[in-house]
């Protein structure tokens, strides 16, 4: 290999015909053979790598199983770590994509931020334990917690303190605001909930929530819109309602098909 820069007990060990690499740490790059325009900082970066190119791992045990994995960019301790042939993914925080494998064009960011994710693909998870048990893909969760106990549910767009916090299957959501869906149902889904606490106890489909505590304690009922800071606040099953204004249906109980503005 040439135009190598390799500094620390064995790193870039068993290095062949890799070019324009810099392994910097104890062990960094020992496995390395063909990978090519690699740069790994810290012990046992990139460690197990064989043949993946383009990659920045920075930190200890930062992308230690990636083996042909390439276009990847891991900074923090552990971040990466179980990473083997996933590629252009994104790591910063430590132990962010920890459990990544072959996970494709990620970007997790934050402590333990997507850390349980193997496989899935085209997140973006930004915030402490953002999407933590998350292993599915398409979802976008922003803010501390937020999304935290998600596992297979997709296509969830989740922004603000720990909203959509305890959702774990449910798919197809979007919730922006603090706590927003924060203790919504775990299989609901297909719902739209913002503002502060906005739709945050919904067991529901279909359902939209706007303002703050808009449907906050509506529990039961589908299809369900309350628009206006508190509308249907306490409407614990009014499928196929509409309650438009602040406090409009505050205390409503149960009931169909019911317009109140």
């Known amino acids: 290999g040439n135009s190598n820069l390799l500094l620390g007990y064995r790193s870039g060990y068993s290095n062949t015909n890799g070019s324009n690499n810099s392994f910097l740490g104890y062990l960094s790059g020992r496995s390395n053979t063909t990978g090519m325009a690699n740069t790994f900082i810290g012990s046992y970066s990139g460690n ?19 083996s ?15 990473n083997t042939s996933g590629k252009e993914n994104v790591f910063i925080g430590t132990e962010s994509g920890y459990s990544n494998t072959t996970g494709n064009f990620n970007s997790f960011i934050g402590y333990h931020a997507g850390r349980t994710n193997t496989r899935g693909r085209y997140n973006v998870l930004l915030g402490y334990e953002a999407g933590l048990s ?3 893909s398409f979802n976008t969760f922003v803010g501390y917690q937020v999304g935290r106990a998600n596992t297979t549910g997709t296509n969830n767009v989740f922004m603000g303190y720990r909203a959509g916090y305890i959702n774990t299957i449910s798919s197809n959501n979007v919730a922006i605001g603090v706590e927003a869906a924060g203790s919504s ?13 906005a739709g945050w106890a919904n067991n529901s489909y279909s359902c939209v929530f706007l303002g ?6 509506a ?6 819109i309350m628009i206006g800071p508190q509308a249907g606040y306490n409407a614990d099953d009014a499928p196929y309602s509409i309650f438009i204004g602040g406090s ?9 098909e019911n317009i109140i503005i």
């Open 48 to 66: 197990q790598n064989v043949n993946g190119s383009n990659n920045t791992f920075l930190g200890f045990y930062s992308g230690n199983s990636n």
């Open 68 to 82: 042909s994995g390439s276009g990847n960019n891991f900074m923090g301790t552990n971040s990466g770590f179980s």
């Open 134 to 136: 998350s292993d599915t």
């Open 185 to 197: 149902n775990p299989s609901s889904g297909d719902n739209v909930s913002v503002g502060l606490y």
């Open 212 to 217: 703050t505590g808009a449907g906050q304690n």
């Open 219 to 224: 529990v039961n009922g589908r299809a369900k």
């Open 248 to 256: 409009a249906g505050l205390d409503f109980s149960t009931g169909y």
